[in-house]
């Protein structure tokens, strides 16, 4: 226990610290407080100044150990290791340790990144054992206690209600009108910051959560609902959103009955619709109709489905259809028969009207406005075919788009740089290439066109290098599957959220897939066909993904083996078009039916097609380019399952 400190003191310090550390490492040194004293007493002076840095670091450090490793210790001397804590400090101020670099103050400060998340697990494990609950929580039959502080800290409505109301004092308090079970979820994603969103429980939970006003949860609500938007529901999900004030769902559900105005008003709920919403619906500007006889049809089902209680309202609806912007042949052999019409004055005044617009000359149509001639002007609504990039033969940079209107093609900005075998895919309004192949290296960039501005941006790169990859959008995420790295084959997959800008890698497929085509029906993501890069062959095998389960599961091969085939969706159902078997190139199209699980042909293409492009709009499925095994093609069919 005794040390000499002269001008052998440094030469001793290694030494005692090969001792020390060995008998550390053995757990024999602590054993008793003579050890415990010996490393207090080399702390002190006049031995600390006279050692090495590394040694002043090394035992005082070891001092701190024993204080908070060395329970039997602490509290045999819990008084006097205080004291000497508080010499120690003393120390370090006092002594120069001659290595400024190593200051302990110009540290940044110790942040710990999970002790929020750890303090709320436990909180919740309290809370889960009814432990330090002060407040329980009454809604219906169903009670759930909790802890003010946690509610007060994620809800400003339970804030005010615990800093200003009654129920501060109180220990239960009943919550009116609010639904049970959507409570439970609300408390539990106070605590964990989890909530699952299902169609089962939407419809209570979302006005739960605007009236606890915990914003996360209803804003999540309203991004589930807005994925499940459907031509059959989109009306009463407007009428949903209106009646608790969801403004940002109510908006997009207006566009979204806007874009799919003729579906929507085959369905149900649109017939169910009150007049005045109907003259709402068909008085937008911004309704896409192919023409104004789909609008015309719609009034004269809504009147037909109620005659007698909605004949009445005819004269009203009629005066927002625009007849002048229907044909004179549609008007007289359409209009002008209805026999709804001929004893109604009011349609009969706007019938008149639309009849002498059509005999105006071109100047004179220009004087004559009124709301009636004015033609809609569908906003949101894609009316371009983008084609981005590809092989001319080589990768270029070139995009084009396809004016369904004018019927023209139209050159737009040019990719930042070169890229063929790229994935694409249409979010928030903007069409994100991804990955693909620029001349020389497969690569993992993704870049952004905003068609507003006609400009490209950059995007945060894939985790992995892909080219002939697959790429989707599946609940306002981007997913990319498979592909070539340059050496191999892929079986992995990666998705990209918008939100936090980051690629994150999802659960691998049961096959390496290079060449794939991808599809998402019902809420899954399919992968469908490709190239096996180990057994060298093309794949008939088709598997997909549940975002809800994070696995891939087989469903039923196609008829034909096919790489590079192009996937499309459209109307519930999901073609894959074309595609190579080996040096075979395919022009048929075969579709996947899910509540079968199988597959039947369509009609063949009219060319022999692989890595070509689908898309669907409209009811139509357009195939554009590609290759025939050849020649690269600049041709674009068309199908209409319909016709």
Same mark, same amino acid.
């Given at each position: 226990?005794?040390?000499?400190?002269?001008?052998?003191?440094?030469?001793?310090?290694?030494?005692?610290?090969?001792?020390?550390?060995? =008998?550390? +490492?053995?757990?024999?040194?602590?054993? @008793?407080?003579?050890?415990?004293?010996?490393?207090?007493?080399?702390?002190?002076?006049?031995?600390?100044?006279?050692?090495?840095?590394?040694?002043?670091?090394?035992?005082?450090?070891?001092?701190?150990?024993?204080?908070?490793?060395?329970?039997?210790?602490?509290?045999?001397? %819990?008084?006097?290791?205080?004291?000497?804590?508080?010499?120690?400090?003393?120390?370090?101020?006092?002594?120069?340790?001659?290595?400024?670099? =190593?200051?302990?103050?110009?540290?940044?400060? /110790?942040?710990?990144?999970?002790?929020?998340?750890?303090? $709320?697990?436990?909180?919740?494990?309290?809370?889960?054992?009814?432990?330090?609950?002060?407040?329980?929580?009454?809604?219906?039959?169903?009670?759930?206690?909790?802890?003010?502080?946690?509610?007060? %800290?994620?809800?400003?409505?339970?804030?005010?209600?615990?800093?200003? $109301?009654?129920?501060?004092?109180?220990?239960?308090?009943?919550?009116?009108?609010?639904?049970?079970?959507?409570?439970?979820?609300?408390?539990? /994603?106070?605590?964990?910051?989890?909530?699952?969103?299902?169609?089962?429980?939407?419809?209570?939970?979302?006005?739960?959560?605007?009236?606890?006003?915990?914003?996360?949860?209803?804003?999540?609500?309203?991004?589930?609902?807005?994925?499940?938007?459907?031509?059959?529901?989109?009306?009463?999900?407007?009428?949903?959103?209106?009646?608790?004030?969801?403004?940002?769902?109510?908006?997009?559900?207006?566009?979204?009955?806007?874009?799919?105005?003729?579906?929507?008003?085959?369905?149900?709920?649109?017939?169910?619709?009150?007049?005045?919403?109907?003259?709402?619906?068909? %008085? %937008?500007?911004?309704?896409?109709?192919?023409?104004?006889?789909?609008? $015309?049809?719609?009034?004269?089902?809504?009147?037909?489905?109620?005659?007698?209680?909605?004949?009445?309202?005819?004269?009203?609806?009629?005066? =927002?259809?625009?007849?002048?912007?229907?044909?004179?042949?549609?008007?007289?052999?359409?209009?002008?028969?209805?026999?709804?019409?001929?004893?109604?004055?009011?349609?009969?005044?706007?019938?008149?009207?639309?009849?002498?617009?059509?005999?105006?000359?071109?100047?004179?149509?220009?004087?004559?406005?009124?709301?009636?001639?004015?033609?809609?002007?569908?906003?949101?609504?894609?009316?371009?075919?983008?084609?981005?990039?590809?092989?001319?033969?080589?990768?270029?940079?070139?995009?084009?788009?396809?004016?369904?209107?004018?019927?023209?093609?139209?050159?737009?900005?040019?990719?930042?740089?070169?890229?063929?075998?790229?994935?694409?895919?249409?979010?928030?309004?903007?069409?994100?290439?991804?990955?693909?192949?620029?001349?020389?290296?497969?690569?993992?960039?993704?870049?952004?066109?905003?068609?507003?501005?006609?400009?490209?941006?950059?995007?945060?790169?894939?985790?992995?290098?892909?080219?002939?990859?697959?790429?989707?959008?599946?609940?306002?995420?981007?997913?990319?599957? @498979?592909?070539?790295?340059?050496?191999?084959?892929?079986?992995?997959?990666?998705?990209?959220?918008?939100?936090?800008?980051?690629?994150?890698?999802?659960?691998?497929?049961?096959?390496?897939?290079?060449?794939?085509?991808?599809?998402?029906?019902?809420?899954?993501?399919?992968?469908?066909?490709?190239?096996?890069?180990?057994?060298?062959?093309?794949?008939?095998?088709?598997?997909?993904?549940?975002?809800?389960?994070?696995?891939?599961?087989?469903?039923?091969?196609? +008829?034909?083996?096919?790489?590079?085939?192009?996937?499309?969706?459209?109307?519930?159902?999901?073609?894959?078009? @074309?595609? =190579?078997?080996?040096?075979?190139?395919?022009?048929?199209?075969?579709?996947?039916?899910?509540? +079968?699980?199988?597959?039947?042909?369509?009609?063949?293409?009219?060319?022999?097609?692989?890595?070509?492009?689908?898309?669907?709009?409209?009811?139509?499925?357009?195939?554009?380019?590609?290759?025939?095994?050849?020649?690269?093609?600049?041709?674009?069919?068309?199908?209409?399952?319909?016709?």
């Amino acid at each position: 226990g005794q040390h000499e400190v002269g001008s052998s003191g440094r030469k001793q310090a290694p030494e005692l610290r090969k001792l020390t550390l060995n =008998h550390w +490492s053995k757990q024999t040194l602590f054993t @008793g407080l003579r050890g415990l004293c010996i490393i207090r007493q080399l702390c002190v002076e006049p031995f600390l100044p006279l050692i090495e840095y590394e040694n002043q670091v090394f035992l005082i450090a070891a001092l701190s150990l024993v204080i908070m490793n060395k329970s039997s210790f602490y509290q045999a001397m %819990s008084s006097e290791l205080a004291s000497e804590s508080t010499m120690l400090e003393f120390k370090l101020q006092k002594f120069d340790l001659g290595r400024s670099q =190593h200051s302990l103050t110009e540290r940044p400060p /110790y942040r710990n990144q999970h002790h929020t998340q750890k303090a $709320f697990e436990t909180m919740n494990i309290l809370r889960k054992q009814n432990l330090l609950c002060d407040v329980t929580l009454v809604a219906g039959a169903t009670e759930v206690s909790a802890h003010k502080t946690v509610l007060a %800290s994620c809800s400003p409505y339970f804030y005010a209600m615990f800093t200003g $109301f009654t129920e501060s004092r109180a220990n239960k308090i009943t919550l009116q009108g609010l639904d049970g079970t959507a409570l439970a979820l609300l408390i539990d /994603y106070v605590y964990s910051a989890e909530i699952q969103v299902t169609e089962e429980n939407v419809q209570t939970l979302l006005p739960a959560a605007n009236l606890l006003q915990l914003s996360d949860v209803q804003e999540a609500c309203c991004e589930f609902l807005q994925a499940q938007l459907h031509p059959s529901n989109c009306l009463g999900i407007r009428a949903f959103a209106d009646l608790h004030g969801c403004l940002d769902l109510l908006s997009y559900c207006d566009t979204y009955i806007e874009q799919h105005f003729v579906e929507v008003t085959e369905n149900e709920e649109f017939l169910a619709l009150p007049a005045n919403q109907v003259a709402h619906l068909i %008085s %937008s500007d911004r309704l896409s109709v192919p023409s104004e006889e789909q609008v $015309f049809e719609a009034v004269m089902n809504w009147v037909n489905q109620d005659l007698a209680n909605r004949e009445s309202q005819l004269g009203s609806l009629m005066e =927002h259809v625009r007849l002048p912007l229907l044909s004179q042949e549609y008007l007289v052999q359409r209009v002008e028969e209805e026999p709804l019409l001929k004893g109604n004055l009011p349609c009969k005044d706007f019938l008149i009207e639309a009849m002498k617009y059509h005999l105006l000359r071109a100047d004179q149509k220009a004087l004559y406005a009124t709301p009636r001639t004015k033609p809609r002007t569908p906003v949101g609504r894609p009316k371009m075919l983008l084609v981005v990039g590809g092989q001319a033969p080589k990768a270029i940079r070139s995009v084009e788009c396809l004016d369904l209107q004018r019927d023209r093609w139209l050159q737009l900005a040019e990719l930042p740089s070169r890229r063929c075998r790229a994935g694409l895919a249409l979010l928030d309004g903007r069409v994100f290439t991804v990955g693909g192949f620029n001349g020389s290296l497969r690569v993992r960039t993704v870049d952004i066109y905003d068609p507003a501005r006609d400009q490209w941006s950059q995007a945060p790169s894939m985790e992995a290098r892909r080219s002939t990859l697959g790429v989707a959008v599946l609940n306002g995420q981007i997913y990319a599957v @498979g592909g070539f790295d340059g050496s191999t084959g892929l079986n992995s997959a990666e998705r990209y959220d918008p939100h936090t800008e980051e690629w994150t890698a999802i659960a691998y497929m049961s096959t390496r897939r290079s060449s794939v085509g991808v599809g998402v029906l019902n809420g899954l993501l399919y992968a469908v066909g490709g190239y096996d890069g180990a057994s060298r062959q093309c794949l008939s095998s088709v598997e997909r993904y549940d975002p809800k389960e994070e696995e891939w599961s087989l469903v039923a091969d196609m +008829s034909a083996r096919r790489s590079g085939a192009g996937v499309g969706v459209l109307d519930g159902v999901l073609y894959a078009v @074309g595609g =190579h078997d080996g040096p075979l190139v395919r022009k048929s199209v075969e579709c996947y039916h899910p509540e +079968s699980n199988s597959w039947s042909h369509v009609p063949d293409m009219t060319l022999a097609r692989r890595n070509a492009g689908v898309v669907a709009m409209d009811g139509l499925l357009y195939v554009v380019g590609g290759d025939d095994g050849s020649s690269n093609l600049a041709s674009v069919e068309v199908y209409s399952p319909k016709t």
